[in-house]
């Protein structure tokens, strides 16, 4: 049973920065991709960012694209996201998601998902 969990959401001022970190355990394989995932109030989830199962490659989206920068660490089972100059558009429940076999990062589909931690920025 894949099961991931974040950590580290909370309240930052704009310009603030903040690390979420997602635990993970119950993969077959070592070989799985990490990818965050965000959703607003009254808007669609959508793709923050992926990280390729040997950490190697990122891929991420252009409106966090300079601020946003995921890693991962394989001894520990956990993927990162760090944040920096925060705006509060980037204020959203922030969700950990993984997949095997590795696929492109290109491709957003995910079968394993966390409950999600809340980001919430003050203007």
């Known amino acids: 049973q894949v099961q991931l969990v974040e950590s580290g959401g909370g309240l930052v001022q704009a310009g603030g920065s903040l690390r979420l970190s997602c635990a993970a355990s119950g993969h077959t394989s070592s070989m799985y991709d990490m990818a965050w995932f965000r959703q607003a109030p009254g808007k669609e989830r959508e793709f923050v960012g992926a990280?390729?199962?040997?950490?190697?490659?990122?891929e991420y989206v252009d409106a966090v694209k300079g601020r946003f920068a995921i890693s991962r660490d394989n001894t520990r089972n956990t993927m990162y996201l760090q944040m920096k100059s925060l705006k509060s558009e980037d204020t959203a429940v922030y969700y950990c998601?993984?997949?095997?076999?590795?696929?492109?990062?290109?491709?957003?589909?995910?079968?394993?998902w966390g409950q999600g931690t809340q980001v919430t920025v003050s203007s």
């Open positions: 990280i390729s199962w040997g950490g190697g490659v990122t």
């Open positions: 998601a993984s997949r095997s076999p590795p696929r492109s990062l290109l491709l957003h589909q995910y079968g394993y």
